[in-house]
């Protein structure tokens, strides 16, 4: 055999005897990886058990349906064919009020002032100093209460709003909570937008029917003045009667319109047209009457309040979880048992490694002796 073979087979044998001797030492100070692993696995059971628990609520939020936007709709079509605009635009309006819904929800404001209210934040802050209240509280809006948009690659358009808490019931009552303060305050900002629309159409055709009140009422005051004027001309003139025919050769055809003459009338025509004008109500143009028949159906409207609905529609109504998100005790006993074990092992290596040198040490002086 070459001497290189030897060297390998020699090197092979080593190996084979150091890694003996390790499963030896470790046989041998068992008992100590045991206690190793014994206190690992206590401290695991400890935090598992000891640990706070999360409990996530789920809820899948997706545009409403048409069936949900019922009387947003007879509202509308009411104005449209008051109006004369087109027909309502069904898809425009679930998609605006949806909109709405997902920028209040994920508006910092917005969640800061729905848990300053609620009882869950309450609860959470009742012994707390200041700070520690407004750490509770921006924990809750950012990390506890997550909104999330669907994936690009998602059939499903669904938006996942989520919260989580110490407890499976109210995770779900304050997720519950959450999303009916944002659909209310997202019905309100459409109905704001509405109001402002149909109270100014409200207001332009009320000041277009008092200004065609206020013509037609300075139009029969000048008219009443002119005849005031021309029967006083004609009792001094001493006209009783209008003489002129219209079916005389040659005559002179006196209109009313026709300020300057009007006197030639005749006292006694002056006097009954006069006491007509005084007694006859106004007669207003179509467009007023045009005017007061919308303002009598849009009127109504300025106080009619919506039914209750929904900016939203579930895909999946908030869940009552049925499992903890974290601690994971199972997983964290295992975890505490396999540390525990290297720890152990690891200790016991080291504690030899640190022993050997001294034992080399202390073999010369043995066989010199």
């Not at 006292?267 to 303002?295: G, Q, V």
């Amino acid at each position: 055999m070459t001497q290189s073979a030897l060297q390998y087979a020699s090197s092979r044998n080593d190996d084979e005897i150091d890694l003996l001797e390790l499963f030896r030492l470790l046989w041998q100070k068992k008992i100590v990886i045991l206690a190793f692993v014994v206190a690992a696995t206590l401290l695991a059971l400890a935090y598992a058990f000891t640990a706070a628990e999360k409990w996530t609520s789920v809820a899948y939020v997706r545009a409403p349906r048409v069936e949900q936007l019922k009387a947003y709709l007879e509202q509308r079509r009411a104005l449209a064919r008051v109006t004369g605009n087109k027909p309502v635009d069904i898809a425009a309006l679930s998609n605006k009020l949806f909109n709405d819904f997902i920028q209040l929800s994920v508006t910092e404001q917005v969640k800061h002032a729905f848990f300053l209210g609620s009882p869950y934040y309450k609860s959470q802050t009742q012994d707390a100093e200041e700070q520690s209240s407004r750490s509770v509280l921006q924990r809750l809006a950012d990390k506890d209460l997550q909104i999330k948009a669907p994936g690009k690659n998602e059939i499903s358009p669904s938006y996942t709003l989520s919260f989580t808490a110490a407890k499976a019931g109210d995770a779900q009552r304050v997720l519950t909570a959450y999303i009916d303060a944002v659909n209310k305050q997202a019905l309100a900002l459409v109905d704001r937008e509405f109001g402002d629309s149909l109270n100014a159409g409200v207001l332009s055709r009320q000041a277009e029917a008092s200004d065609i009140e206020f013509q037609v009422e300075h139009a029969r005051k000048r008219y009443i003045a002119d005849l005031e004027a021309a029967l006083s001309t004609a009792r001094n003139a001493g006209i009783k009667e209008y003489t002129v025919g219209q079916h005389l050769p040659g005559s002179a055809v006196i209109e009313l319109r026709n300020v300057d003459r009007l006197f030639m009338l005749g006292e006694k025509y002056l006097s009954a047209e006069l006491a007509t004008a005084n007694d006859s109500p106004l007669l207003f143009p179509p467009r007023y009457y045009e005017l007061t028949r919308e303002l009598q159906m849009l009127e109504p409207m300025l106080e009619y309040q919506a039914a209750p609905s929904d900016s939203y529609s579930y895909q999946l109504a908030p869940t009552l979880p049925l499992s903890r998100e974290a601690p994971k005790r199972s997983l964290i006993v295992v975890l505490g048992v396999i540390l525990g074990g290297m720890l152990g092992c690891g200790w016991v290596l080291v504690t030899a490694a640190l022993r050997r040198p001294k034992l080399q040490d202390t073999k010369p002086q043995g066989a010199a002796a």
